[in-house]
């Protein structure tokens, strides 16, 4: 059986001055002409993707680094939509942090969740100020722009399967991450933390298998490994996870008939 070009959602503010976004169609290319794994690509800017209807008939979900997004609401928008529609998604930089954001307003009932990139005024858990945003992402001790370093994996999690070893080593261009303060109420809520730098801080979270078929996001950015001309395993997951999809929602008609 043929199965159709998976759809896959670029959601981000395409912008010629975010390195991230101009590796893209290199590394589309590199997954067709070197894993033959074709995608159909399309931008979706953050201000359209929290409209009914944005992320329909598509087999997978990217959040772009970029931000701040032009839209905060359409970037949370295109993670909820992916999670609750077993959509395989992947966040990465901004994308990781605004995984979060998403599931700490939808699932954890945090509903004041903020970015203080967006949100520079609001509490710290125990906070005295009632109704003022909870900053759940917030400024890095030490800023990851232009950083590289180590990444050590959680063993049998879908991160160490994707990358296929205990330790990586990416690349960062990075100020946000989370506030370590939630950890625990985000983990009881469910979400995995997979990946920490050498010194504990938390690089990656996903989904476990029985919640969701793909959901994975770091804080590194795996679009600016190597010289761009083949694609960071995360991004290969994440096609072959499309492939997946598509494959399974074509079965799924055929079968209706």
């Given at each position: 059986?043929?199965?159709?070009?998976?759809?896959?959602?670029?959601?981000?503010?395409?912008?010629?001055?975010?390195?991230?976004?101009t590796r893209i169609p290199a590394l589309l290319d590199a997954l067709a002409d070197r894993d033959q794994l074709v995608l159909d690509a399309y931008w979706i800017p953050t201000g359209d993707a929290a409209a009914p209807g944005a992320l329909?008939?598509?087999?997978?979900?990217?959040?772009?680094?970029?931000?701040?997004?032009?839209?905060?609401?359409?970037?949370?928008?295109?993670?909820?939509?992916a999670r609750e529609r077993r959509i395989p998604f992947l966040g990465t930089c901004a994308g990781f942090q605004h995984a979060v954001l998403e599931y700490a307003r939808h699932v954890c009932g945090i509903g004041t969740a903020a970015?203080?990139?967006?949100?520079?005024?609001?509490?710290?858990p125990g906070g005295d100020r009632p109704g003022e945003a909870d900053l759940v992402i917030v400024p890095l001790s030490c800023s990851l722009v232009g950083h590289e370093g180590a990444v050590r994996l959680t063993p049998g999690s879908l991160a160490e399967r994707v990358l296929g070893a205990p330790r990586t080593v990416e690349r960062y261009h990075c100020a946000y991450g989370l506030n370590d303060a939630?950890?625990?109420?985000?983990?009881?809520?469910?979400?995995?933390f997979s990946?920490?730098?050498d010194s504990g801080?938390?690089?990656?979270?996903?989904?476990?298998?029985?919640?969701?078929?793909?959901?994975?996001?770091?804080?590194?950015?795996p679009e600016l490994a190597g010289d761009g001309t083949?694609?960071?395993?995360?991004?290969r997951a994440l096609a072959a996870a499309a492939a997946a999809h598509t494959a399974a929602a074509t079965a799924g008609v055929s079968g209706g008939r």
């Open positions: 059986m043929t199965h159709p070009v998976p759809r896959l959602a670029l959601v981000g503010d395409r912008s010629a001055a975010v390195r991230s976004h329909d008939g598509f087999d997978a979900v990217w959040l772009l680094p970029g931000s701040p997004y032009r839209s905060e609401d359409g970037a949370v928008a295109a993670v909820r939509t970015h203080s990139e967006n949100r520079p005024g609001g509490n710290q939630y950890l625990e109420r985000l983990r009881a809520g469910g979400l995995r990946g920490a730098d801080q938390l690089r990656i979270l996903e989904l476990p298998s029985e919640a969701h078929p793909f959901f994975l996001a770091s804080l590194f950015q083949r694609a960071h395993p995360m991004i």
